[in-house]
């Protein structure tokens, strides 16, 4: 780690922006789906996603020498795992009403596929701080698209954000937003709108590249 | 202990729960492997078999080892070993036994490792406190949920293959939007029966 010095904000960019989990690579949306009706629900899920992602990513790469590598993927449960029964415990004793409304979805961060795609893909390879680092990239980049979809399903749903009104009460509640379809019609605006943007610039870029 | 008939219960979970439609459940898999109808079928097919039986498997687990001993607190860490476990297991005994089925199934079966609704499955099992036969019945009727969601699924975006859609919405994108319409379609159903 002597000669490569450790690129931060590379790395930020890469799982917030250029690399968002949700938007481009299509990744654990199951759970992305299930509690955006609500931000606090959100937001719950996100930081339980940052910790475990961050901390596994971690814990892989300090074990990568010694893992035999056909049962890494084992491992690699085994640690996730652990760091979600964590999450799971501190839910229960400290924010019992967050941990019914999230409901089977925190269990369900073991087979999220970020957390893996992560340590398959960065830690496996990668010194133990840099893939803490990468991991909670990737972490905030699918707590950033679940806040922004959790934003306008509560928001048209519910008229309140965080639960806090916020809409005037003549406003009529949007019901579908807080049903299941609310869902995949957000996430798939964003996908939209993100790749679009994409192409665009991939576009510009290659004009440029060829004068 | 929920009083509900498990044909209710299998009938609700293809339905008016359906993993896809209504819990998000296995959407990895969903969005990226519904291109194709044999392909679909396959993965789907797969799922509901291995669905059926993990199901039955954690039911077993956690109602005879995990509760004496009171080990609750580990239920996620033995359900996706047992997932993972069986799914192995079941790769070695079918390519000793049914080679044809294990090379057309062949890297579906990993995948079914991380595919969300089986460890959904069998957490909602829990949560909702099913007895043996509500358990097993949840499992299949699950399985053939996910099965239909994705054969269907693939029917469409076979049709819509050569549309011309905008850049940025192909692939994923028009894939939720489609999701998106036929889970209105699937809410027409619940009042026929309804689960929670």
């Not at chain 1, 893992?67 to 760091?83: D, E, G, K, W």
Request: glycine fraction near 8%; proline fraction near 4%.
């Amino acid at each position: 780690m002597a000669n490569k010095k450790l690129n931060v904000k590379a790395i930020f960019k890469n799982g917030l922006f250029a690399d968002n989990p949700v938007i481009f690579q299509i990744i654990g949306i199951c759970s992305a789906l299930a509690v955006t009706n609500l931000m606090m629900n959100s937001l719950i899920m996100g930081l339980a996603l940052v910790f475990v992602t961050g901390l596994s990513s971690f814990t892989v790469s300090l074990l990568k020498d010694r893992t035999p590598a056909h049962i890494r993927m084992l491992v690699q449960v085994l640690i996730i795992s652990a760091y979600v029964i964590i999450v799971n415990i501190f839910l229960q004793a400290y924010m019992p009403a967050m941990s019914k409304a999230l409901g089977p979805y925190v269990g369900l961060i073991i087979t999220n596929c970020i957390i893996m795609g992560r340590a398959e893909a960065y830690a496996i390879s990668n010194p133990p701080v840099a893939s803490l680092l990468d991991g909670m990239a990737a972490g905030l980049g699918y707590t950033a698209v679940l806040l922004a979809i959790a934003f306008v399903r509560e928001l048209l749903g519910f008229g309140t954000l965080f639960g806090i009104p916020v809409l005037p009460e003549s406003a009529t509640a949007w019901t579908l937003m807080i049903m299941p379809p609310g869902a995949f019609f957000v996430l798939s605006i964003y996908i939209w709108i993100a790749r679009s943007k994409r192409i665009k610039q991939e576009a510009a870029q290659e004009k440029g590249g060829q004068r | 202990m929920p009083n509900i008939h498990p044909l209710v219960i299998f009938f609700a979970s293809i339905f008016t729960s359906n993993m896809v439609f209504s819990n998000f459940l296995g959407m990895c898999s969903f969005i990226s492997v519904s291109k194709e109808i044999p392909t679909a079928a396959g993965l789907g097919i797969a799922v509901t078999f291995v669905l059926s039986i993990t199901t039955v498997l954690n039911y077993l687990v956690y109602h005879y080892i995990m509760v004496p001993f009171g080990l609750e607190y580990l239920q996620y860490i033995v359900f996706i070993l047992v997932i993972a476990a069986f799914v192995q297991l079941l790769e070695m005994i079918m390519e000793r036994y049914m080679e044809q089925l294990y090379y057309a199934l062949g890297i579906f079966l990993p995948l079914i490792t991380v595919n969300c609704a089986i460890l959904g499955v069998s957490l909602f099992m829990v949560i909702r406190n099913y007895t043996f036969m509500q358990s097993l019945f949840f499992g299949v009727g699950s399985g053939l949920g996910w099965l239909l969601a994705i054969l269907s699924m693939a029917g469409i975006r076979s049709r819509i293959k050569e549309a011309n859609l905008p850049a940025g919405l192909r692939g994923p994108g028009i894939t939720l939007i489609i999701t998106g319409i036929m889970a209105m379609a699937f809410i027409g159903f619940s009042g026929i029966v309804q689960i929670s």
